[in-house]
């Protein structure tokens, strides 16, 4: 089994930044493709970003290219999504999801282990 931890989530002004970390541990060895999903009240979770097991490929939504950038460290088993230039609209629980599977997915349903969220609030 795989434990992903979220973190670094709050409330940020129009503009602003933040950076979410997400740690892994558990059997770590399985997990290759790795990523980011957000889901805001009253809507599905929708794909933000993936990223390989060496972090060489990565992949973003539409809505948060050039905003956003997914990156890991293997030796800290930690994934990270710096979210710079922040929208109302970017309001969501965020989610780190992995995969056994190499490639990267943008279907929730693709990923095989979860963790439990964290608020991003983004309002003046």
């Known amino acids: 089994q795989v434990q992903l931890v979220e973190s670094g989530g709050g409330l940020v002004q129009p503009g602003g930044s933040l950076r979410l970390s997400c740690a892994a541990s558990?059997?770590?060895?399985?997990?290759?493709?790795m990523g980011w999903f957000r889901q805001a009240p009253g809507k599905e979770r929708d794909f933000v970003a993936a990223i390989n097991r060496s972090g060489t490929s990565t992949y973003y939504a539409d809505s948060v290219k050039g905003r956003f950038t997914i990156s890991r460290d293997n030796a800290k088993n930690t994934v990270y999504l710096q979210m710079n230039n922040l929208k109302p609209e970017d309001t969501a629980v965020y989610y780190c999801?992995?995969?056994?599977?190499?490639?990267?997915?943008?279907?929730?349903?693709?990923?095989?282990?979860w963790g439990q969220g964290t608020q991003v609030t983004v309002s003046s």
């Open positions: 558990g059997s770590i060895d399985s997990i290759n493709a």
């Open positions: 999801a992995a995969r056994r599977g190499m490639l990267l997915k943008t279907r929730s349903s693709e990923y095989d282990y």
